[in-house]
């Protein structure tokens, strides 16, 4: 179970009202009253606990534990023991993730108001219930929405608008941004600072002008430490939806589409555009002024130094299809290696 | 135009004076008494705007836009209809550079004084007209500058220098420096950290001596979220009007000489030393004790494992002459590809 | 020598009595009395100091300056004039990163108390002799040891446990998380944060449930700007004597061993199990949900997306055994370089 001091469980949840929250079916129609105290994932999951199982390779690890419930597709419950309780749903990793927020609800503002060491500008608006905690420093013109958590410490300078229900966490800086509803930004992340462009001078490096804003549309999560540079001329966008992980690097510019995934530490160079559900792996850069299909693919730790047409896999450094950085890698491997069949 | 909520504009300024001031002609010499109301990127100029064009194959895009006047070379010019008002610059990419700090001025401290909740060490001293931020935490004898701005939440360990008219973002950490006139710091950076040297006891990891500073020449700009060590013994050094972007890593003793560009995520390990003019690609990772010559360009994502000569130019993991890269990678695709016409 | 304004020098010291506390030899017993003003890596020593000859290719530096005393091994010694008063040490780099602790000793706590701008929560529990800085802000049930530091501005989130003596840099946010005895976390550090997962709904992305912790063991390093996520179910946990270098990003339940070492910028994805005495290169990403085993080496900007067995020695994207990475990059150098011999 989840440690008390950091999280705080609603339920117990009857099985008859979690398959209906899922949208799922009860394996034992008699089981509806049953009662499940907790969620966990399979590994960790002990008796009284609902769990998931998505893939038939974790069969056994389901065998070995003690959940009082399981959350699984119908074609897997066939391989399961008929005395298990089960809920079947069609996207039973989805049912899960859902189900985590109902035993663990996260209320955005849990204590709201203003923290007397909060520093707002005067001329500041700060939504209903709101939550703005120490150290804070708000500036002029800001527009907070209404149920608003402002991690401590953090700051958000002048003219800054954010929507309603959003979660920033502590030390985080946002400049020069207008950031919709429901927003989740972590600790430490800096958005808004001044692209990088700059111009020889006889005097040294002149910085291109940089006016432009980060628009950051509904339900955006954005990870720790991540950074957002502002617009030159224009804005840098991150689309309804998208999510981004801790150390991310976003450029000037950069027109991120709805519902990508952008893994830690990858970097988007400035004014390149992505469609709509891109997802971007771990550690990969991305060049500048690129076009990057909806629904392409990049593989962890790539190079992408050309465009992506909609829907493209690739991989590598520079990146290729996918199918093609395959036959390269195995092919150096076969032409180089002396124990290729260890490796 | 920009947004006025977060950048405020000067103007309008007279096509004249704009050519005086970036050292350019006018197209129309009648048309020096033309009132500009704002500047902007080609893609986003509208009447009243000047814009640039600094390369042919946007002059399309120029014959879209309605921006009243236009920054170009004399030989560009003679593709764009005498009619549009042009101003005639050598290098229209500075000119335009520089005109963009003529229209959005930002003063460093806008807002000199020392707020009420910033913390400031009695033996501190503070420039005139300096701004310290609320929250901003100062150490025993800390001397910063004239006319800098500290942004809020920011902390200055004991003993660091800033120069004058340094501009420091906010939730900035900086210890063990020593900082020249009109640095930029963005949001997030960490300044003066340990440099990562262990030596293996029966105990554990036994850090080495890191008892050296961090000299920031004049002119420098460090991105958001930046973190740049202290010298083991000795220091590590950022040359004058170099210029870092975010989430770089900048390891202890490196000394960096003047003008270098250091592209979002790049690193550079321990001690290694990089000559005048050096370009850094972005998500690059240097080694350490290496010598990278003066005017070196490496291109991004690659891994630096050698020395380069001054002026030479790589890129690749393990880095080499770019044209070898080129080569590599090339037959690479030839070899193993099945459809490298269309990758 | 260090810079008065940052450093504080212990000493001077008798050399028999540097001798004695690193459990070497003098190379001229008349020596012991002679009193060592300061220490210094090679490179910067002059008379009066104290510095480290640990590998014959640096005799020549040796013999160029007028440290007063070096350590060595005897080995090497022969080779030194024997007039110089040497200390002869089976691990001479590790005696002179000992003995820089001896010269420079940090205090963790050097100036105990609560400053009156700290926020602590009425239930928090604050160790004897802890100094906590400006700005801090400490949650509800937080137990800090005695002796820590806690830097300014630094936000430590409610039901956080740290042992004693641990040093906390300035603006780091720490979270959902218990921490052993001695930990050093730098500047910046975001400790905690959700972890990066997420099931598509028909609504948008919905993240997994996230409601695990972040153990730190005891004696472990935390760079700048470095980014840990707490486990979903289960745990995130950092060995002891485990070290993290500047902008490293761990993700969710990832289980690292006792006594790894992390260079700048290096990742490793959500459940990925790291042995004991793994070593990571800068720059390098490891995949999620791998098994790398005890004694691994993974060198800098690897991408590695297999299991490692223990003591394997890795490189390359994706990586692969060192020796076929060089036969792999050697070959191409072969088959693609004009200019191969100069590269």
């Known amino acids: 179970m989840a440690d008390p001091r950091f999280f705080r469980r609603s339920g117990p949840i009857a099985l008859g009202e979690i398959a209906r929250f899922v949208g799922g079916a009860l394996s034992q129609p008699g089981s509806a009253d049953f009662m499940i105290r907790d969620i966990a994932a399979l590994e960790y999951a002990v008796e009284g606990d609902i769990t998931v199982l998505s893939d038939r390779r974790y069969l056994s690890v389901l065998g070995d534990n003690a959940a009082s419930a399981v959350i699984t597709t119908e074609a897997l419950g066939r391989f399961i023991p008929s005395d298990r309780r089960m809920v079947f749903s069609n996207q039973p990793r989805l049912a899960f993730a859902r189900l985590g927020h109902l035993f663990y609800?996260?209320?955005?503002?849990?204590?709201?108001?203003?923290?007397?060491?909060?520093?707002?500008?005067?001329?500041?608006?700060?939504?209903?219930?709101?939550?703005?905690?120490?150290?804070?420093?708000?500036?002029?013109?800001?527009?907070?929405?209404?149920?608003?958590?402002?991690?401590?410490?953090?700051?958000?300078?002048?003219g800054v608008v954010l929507g309603d229900q959003c979660r920033v966490g502590a030390n985080t800086t946002i400049g020069h941004a207008l950031i919709g509803n429901r927003a989740e930004i972590g600790s430490g992340a800096s958005i808004g600072g001044p692209g990088f462009g700059f111009e020889p001078h006889e005097t040294g490096l002149v910085?291109?002008?940089?006016?432009?804003?980060?628009?950051?549309?509904?339900?955006?999560?954005?990870?720790?430490?991540?950074?957002?540079?502002?617009?030159?001329?224009?804005?840098?966008?991150?689309?309804?939806?998208?999510?981004?992980?801790?150390?991310?690097?976003?450029?000037?510019?950069?027109?991120?589409?709805?519902?990508?995934?952008?893994?830690?530490?990858?970097?988007?160079?400035?004014?390149?555009?992505?469609?709509?559900?891109?997802?971007?792996?771990?550690?990969?850069?991305?060049?500048?002024?690129?076009?990057?299909?909806?629904?392409?693919?990049?593989?962890?730790?790539?190079?992408?130094?050309?465009?992506?047409?909609?829907?493209?896999?690739v991989a590598g450094y520079p990146a290729v299809p996918i199918g093609d950085w395959r036959r390269q890698t195995a092919g150096l491997i076969r032409m180089f290696s002396r124990r290729s069949s260890k490796s």
């Open 105 to 158: 609800r996260e209320p955005v503002a849990e204590h709201p108001g203003i923290a007397a060491s909060a520093h707002i500008a005067a001329c500041a608006t700060i939504g209903a219930a709101a939550q703005i905690d120490p150290g804070v420093v708000i500036g002029a013109g800001v527009v907070i929405g209404s149920g608003c958590q402002i991690g401590a410490n953090t700051v958000i300078g002048p």
């Open 207 to 313: 910085r291109m002008l940089q006016v432009g804003r980060v628009i950051i549309e509904d339900d955006v999560d954005i990870g720790a430490n991540t950074a957002i540079d502002r617009g030159a001329t224009g804005d840098t966008v991150i689309g309804a939806g998208s999510k981004l992980d801790n150390l991310v690097q976003i450029g000037h510019n950069v027109r991120m589409g709805k519902f990508c995934i952008v893994c830690g530490q990858a970097g988007i160079a400035g004014s390149t555009v992505l469609g709509d559900g891109v997802i971007i792996g771990g550690g990969s850069s991305v060049s500048d002024h690129l076009t990057i299909g909806s629904g392409a693919k990049i593989a962890g730790k790539s190079g992408v130094m050309r465009d992506i047409e909609p829907g493209g896999v």
